[in-house]
């Protein structure tokens, strides 16, 4: 039987960036991929290609939940896109009703297109009711700062520095995203679970973020821990498979470029 991960993330209708992007790293890492919707996103063009976004009711959530899990044996499951802190009380009502062995958090904290006041709410309850039940998070430059309490991440020693206070904080192993934010030649992600820290570097492509790299990272990670690897392996595989997505990245009428993840492993 092929393993099979979930996802528990938003609708991206151009295809760059979560479910759909979800789907097609899963199905490239040999995974058998499944999704509950949370949010409907897309671009708006009038509107210097914006979010507009349109969440999905809780209960509709839960049963899309309910049903992949019954009809598949699943023990990970990947959160991306939330939203609002209904939907994160959905989540984490179906998640605690459930035994995942792995649950990989993208720890979405900025919600384009809400008022301040919304996206702090949900920022909060992110932070209170999912964090507590991750076992492994991939936050980006600000999120780690916010996470982390830290003032600033300018150097990978300070990366380093953040991502073993949120394994101390949450207890969740962590690869902190370095990306195209620190300064250098190389792409520097840091992976600490409290026994390790391990730098995974690579040549930075290109110095514009890439929209869905992250996306594809946590389900890169995801895919990974459902066939078996442990979260260094998964880590390590992840890091790879965004590196060759942003290679062969997607153009559009976009200021920005999308990952195209199916050359992984044919090169």
């Excluded at 979800?22 to 996103?41: E, S």
Aim: hydrophobic residues 40%.
């Amino acid at each position: 039987m092929i393993p099979v991960a979930l996802s528990i993330a938003g609708s991206e209708a151009s295809g760059g960036a979560g479910a759909q992007t979800d789907l097609k790293t899963f199905q490239q890492l040999g995974t058998f991929g499944t999704v509950a919707l949370t949010c409907i996103v897309s671009f708006d063009p009038k509107n210097n290609w914006g979010h507009r976004f349109v969440p999905v009711e809780p209960q509709v959530i839960a049963d899309q939940i309910e049903a992949t899990t019954a009809v598949h044996d699943i023990d990970t499951v990947k959160i991306g896109m939330l939203g609002t802190p209904a939907t994160i009380d959905a989540v984490a009502t179906a998640l605690a009703e459930r035994s995942f062995r792995h649950v990989v958090l993208d720890p979405v904290l900025i919600c384009k297109g809400q008022e301040p006041g919304a996206a702090l709410d949900t920022d909060n309850a992110l932070k209170q009711q999912i964090l507590p039940l991750a076992t492994f998070v991939t936050p980006n430059h600000f999120e780690s700062l916010a996470l982390s309490g830290m003032e600033k991440i300018d150097s990978v020693e300070d990366l380093t520095e953040a991502a073993k206070r949120i394994h101390d904080t949450y207890g969740v192993s962590v690869l902190a995203k370095g990306g195209v934010v620190l300064e250098g030649p190389e792409a520097v992600d840091v992976f600490h679970d409290g026994e390790q820290t391990v730098e995974l570097r690579s040549p930075k492509v290109g110095q514009e973020r890439v929209s869905g790299a992250g996306c594809t990272l946590a389900a890169a990670v995801t895919a990974e821990l459902a066939k078996g690897a442990t979260p260094l392996e998964a880590a390590r595989t992840a890091k790879a498979v965004v590196d060759s997505s942003i290679a062969h990245r997607q153009g559009g009428n976009t200021p920005f470029d999308a990952v195209y993840q199916g050359f992984y492993g044919k090169n």
